[in-house]
C-alpha cells in the first residue's frame, strides 16, 4: 500500500509549487506526516513534518522557504514550496505515520510511503 502524491513538475527558478498528499480510509488518524525529497544519487532526506497537533519542523536548506501544512480531518498533508532553486530538484515523497497502525487487509501498517512525485527546478 502506497500513498500518491500530487503537484509535481517542472517550474522555473525562483517558481512556486504545492504538493499535496492524502492517506485514503477512514476511522483512523494519522499522529504525524512528512515530506522527503531524494535528489539523484542522493539519499532521501527529511524536508518537513508536522504533528497531529500542528506543530511542525523543518530542514535548514528549506526553512523559509517550504511550508508544511494539514487538514486532519481529510488524512491530507500538503508542502507550499516558494521561491525554488535548481538544487531543490529531486523526487519528492509523502510520509505518514499511523501510530498504533491501521490494518488494511490482512497487515498492519505502521507507516505508509508516496510513490513519489518529481520536481524539477530549470536554471
Partial sequence: VQLVE????LVQNGGSRKLSCTVPGSGFSVPAMAWYRQAPGN???LLA????DGSTTYA???KGR???SSDNAEKTVFLQMNSLKPEDTGTYY???NLGPGIVIGTTRYYELWGVGTV???SS
Fill in 6 to 9: 500530487s503537484g509535481g513538475g
Fill in 43 to 45: 539519499k532521501r532526506d
Fill in 49 to 52: 513534518r508536522i504533528s497531529s
Fill in 60 to 62: 535548514e536548506s528549506v
Fill in 66 to 68: 517550504f511550508t508544511i
Fill in 94 to 96: 509523502c510520509y505518514a
Fill in 119 to 121: 520536481v524539477t527546478v
